[in-house]
């Protein structure tokens, strides 16, 4: 191996893999010093012939086979760009077993295998980049592992996904849901199925990651417990706003509780005082809390060619920097995953302060059974609002701010009120507040 | 060489020593997973014998001499945190030149010696970790040096001194300047003579270590322009906030301009909007603009023990992690520093909007001469504005907003119209804007 060069494969020419491939030659000049070699792409495998000709590499440097750049004994780093857990699992783990680093953007296979992953890459030492799995470019992952490497990690809030964020910042100013996605659509914000962001599966994923970092022990996806924001009504978000100062937003919550974590994502209500309630349109933020540290914010932009393409080519510089720098036969270790599972805590159990708003016929003594059914369960209320009069008996909305509760108490309540179709005309709307 | 336990040796129990020193014993389980390796103080080294009696170190282990942590071949990693630029620079080279790996919190010392300290780290394959010596446990440092390798970064903008940032955030509150730096000696925010943090000597040592990571080359602190906040006055911090919808921060600014760089440090207005407008009290931040990943954000506490300790313990574990991994004997460059010095644009070349207040009397024509002087050197006028009239021909304040124009211009504009002291009362107050 010649330390003076890199060499690397890129697999897909996505708009991640073409991202990549524009930045490292952009910035040749800044890569190289700063990697103390040159990083030069020996593959590029893409089944689109168009994509390969639009990529500008020489037709040498091109592959439909991304076993192609596996089997080639020159390829140091496999930049694996494809996306999903079919394909991309294959060229991650067969790039491992060939003692070749890895590079990859991709928060579902890495949340779903990530015993697999960094066992394998732990016998073979070497070493897997996904900076750019989440938030992109923001460099949340290198922070936790490595910034914040002497904190114990208290808890995690975070907007981790740009395109309910953008839904949700829409709604706040005025839209309906399905304008606002619309318009996001528009904007190249959101896919045409667009349910992986919407219903908190690609939030979930990367909070899974995060919390696995954190932990130290592995959080599967599946164990997130997950409510997207395809319900939520635009009344709400105002009427928060303008009654108790709260901004909604798609939150993803980690909290270390000893033995057990907390690990969820929700449509969240924070103060406006908030600082993830600063965090506007497509941007990401996490909000990070160190025993040692204190609270820590990173934010920027989460998605899109560049950002994603920011995080995929600093792992590559500093993969190529300890090749250089160890003459090509490094031996890396980046982290020993546990064989432990961390334990959720169900979302029955976890504490928080509500927003309840419920539709009732504006009757005496309608007020008192819905405190009535909340306190039997130990709910207290600190905040009740009723908005209007009905003039014809039909339903108005009354809405309640809790004092922190168990969201199983909550549940059942809402179970007994929703069931007497007599006052209630509609189910209740319940969302979690942080502060 | 253990490499299942690193030993280290820390030189200095001040107020970061004690922290790095708590922090070690308060994580010990977290850090043992996350390095692989257990951390064993080895040597504490302290002048003051209350203060090793205090830190809860068995008595071998303590010693008033920090030439035996250097000459003991088992230290592998000496931490120093004396501060300053006498001693603290004999440890940092002897423990580089006895070939053991450094970490540190000392900005002075860093922006200063960069080269020096730098070169010896290269030629001995040590490593020094210095993320504490600015924002303390915001990682930033390796933000920049990894997270955003893969950037050409084109501008940074932070507020990297909390002890102005609180001072100025109180003034925004009605405070006078005296009242709100009483108020941060109070709580502990700033030291008995705080003039390195008052007159921007801290930011611009601060701005040095993160110019010279984003260059490549040495970025000299006596090269950083600076201007601190000691005459700032309330009233043009009310005033630009009512009129123009400004905050005063004391910004420190440096944009790669090609072959030079822009690097400063000064009261600067920005919009109420901005990102850094709302980073307030002791809080720290850092906008960095990277070409390929964007605006991110870094924000945080920047100083006191335990964000400092969090710094530097981090350091340690990612040293510790990397001796672990490669058996105990890691060699490690982080960064071969560029011989060259970065060229920095006189303040006189430099291009901003500007927010000027005149003392003048109130008397026709005088707006008409101070456009004229603007004017001249092709300074025009965007907002202007009289507060109020003088009916006893006394001195009324002008305010005016300018477009952007070069510093030089500016300055020679003032000499002009401050020598009319016919006209002008008192010397016009000039603060720079970023948008």
């Not at 708009?15 to 070699?37: H, K």
């Not at 302060?353 to 709910?379: H, I, M, N, Q, T």
């Not at 969201?407 to 189910?427: M, N, Q, T």
Request: net charge positive; proline share 4%.
């Amino acid at each position: 191996m010649n330390a003076q060069r890199v060499k690397i494969g890129i697999v897909g020419l996505g708009v991640v893999g073409m991202g990549v491939a524009r930045a490292l030659r952009r910035n040749r000049a800044v890569i190289r010093a700063r990697a103390g070699a040159g990083v030069d792409v020996r593959w590029a495998a893409e089944v689109d012939r168009k994509r390969l000709a639009a990529s500008g590499l020489p037709p040498e440097c091109c592959t439909g086979d991304y076993r192609a750049v596996l089997s080639d004994p020159e390829v140091q780093i496999v930049v694996e760009v494809v996306g999903g857990t079919g394909v991309a699992r294959e060229v991650v783990l067969g790039a491992l077993r060939a003692g070749k680093h890895v590079v990859t953007a991709n928060k579902a296979l890495l949340a779903k295998h990530w015993p697999e992953v960094f066992t394998l890459a732990h016998e073979r030492g070497c070493a897997v980049g996904f900076e750019a799995s989440v938030m992109a470019g923001v460099p949340v992952i290198r922070g936790l592992q490595e910034g914040l490497a002497g904190n114990a990690v208290q808890s995690l809030f975070g907007i981790l996904n740009g395109t309910t964020n953008f839904v949700l910042t829409r709604m706040a100013r005025g839209l309906e849901f399905d304008a606002a996605l619309a318009e996001a659509r528009e904007k190249g914000l959101a896919e045409a199925d667009a349910s992986l962001d919407i219903d908190g599966h690609d939030a979930a994923q990367k909070l899974a990651i995060l919390g696995s970092i954190s932990t130290g022990k592995w959080l599967p996806p599946s164990d997130v417990a997950r409510e997207g924001i395809g319900h939520v009504e635009r009344y709400d978000i105002a009427e928060a706003r303008e009654q108790f100062g709260y901004a909604l937003r798609l939150l993803a919550v980690f909290k270390d509780r000893g033995d057990r974590v907390e690990a969820r994502v929700h449509p969240t209500f924070v103060p406006l005082s908030h600082p993830l309630a600063a965090v506007e349109n497509e941007f990401n933020a996490l909000l990070v809390n160190g025993d040692t540290a204190g609270p820590i914010t990173f934010s920027g932009r989460g998605a899109g060619e560049r950002p994603a393409a920011s995080g995929v080519v600093s792992d590559i510089v500093n993969i190529a920097r300890s090749l250089h720098q160890s003459g090509g036969r490094m031996t890396y270790v980046p982290m020993r995953p546990s064989a432990e599972r961390a334990l959720v805590i169900p979302l029955d159990e976890v504490q928080s302060k509500f927003y309840l708003r419920f539709s009732v016929v504006d009757r005496p003594r309608v007020l008192a059974f819905l405190a009535g059914a909340l306190g039997e369960r130990d709910v207290s209320i600190a905040t009740c609002h009723q908005r209007g009069r009905s003039e014809t008996g039909g339903a108005v909305p009354v809405v309640v701010v809790t004092h922190a509760a168990r969201g199983g108490a909550i549940r059942e309540a809402l179970a007994e009120i929703d069931g007497r179709a007599d006052f209630v005309k509609r189910k209740t709307v319940a969302i979690r507040i942080e502060e």
